[in-house]
């Protein structure tokens, strides 16, 4: 499966951007999908997860209440709605499906990845 993500861009602290992740190829499988991050100087870390139905949803306690994970199988495009955005947040944010039932929060997990989408939080 192909992924690419967009609408990573430049906000103010306390802001919303919403990522959006379109996958293609291998249509009628079923993946977990999750976004994940690097900021600088710093190892990639777990973001958020949604699981292949929807209905099982994981999040890093950093994101927790301010970013929503979301899924529209039917135009095979992954979402993440980041509010209240802090500055700590900054980094360059993946998507990633991994082949399986079950949510993974390590990005050793997943299976495919997109090319990644700068998100820059000004304070």
């Known amino acids: 499966v192909q992924l690419q993500a967009s609408g990573g861009g430049l906000v103010q602290a306390g802001g919303s951007l919403r990522l959006s992740c379109a996958a293609s190829?291998?249509?009628?499988?079923?993946?977990?999908m999750g976004w994940f991050r690097q900021a600088p100087g710093k190892e990639r870390e777990f973001v958020a997860a949604?699981?292949?139905?929807?209905?099982?949803?994981s999040y890093a306690e950093s994101v927790k209440g301010r970013f929503t994970i979301s899924r529209d199988d039917a135009k095979n495009t992954l979402s993440l709605q980041m509010n209240s955005l802090k500055s700590e947040d900054t980094a360059v944010y993946y998507c990633?499906?991994?082949?399986?039932?079950?949510?993974?929060?390590?990005?050793?997990?997943?299976?495919?990845w997109g090319q990644g989408t700068q998100v820059t939080v000004s304070s």
């Open positions: 990633a499906a991994r082949v399986s039932m079950v949510v993974g929060t390590t990005q050793n997990q997943y299976d495919f």
């Open positions: 190829g291998r249509s009628g499988r079923r993946y977990v």
């Open positions: 949604i699981s292949w139905s929807g209905g099982d949803r």
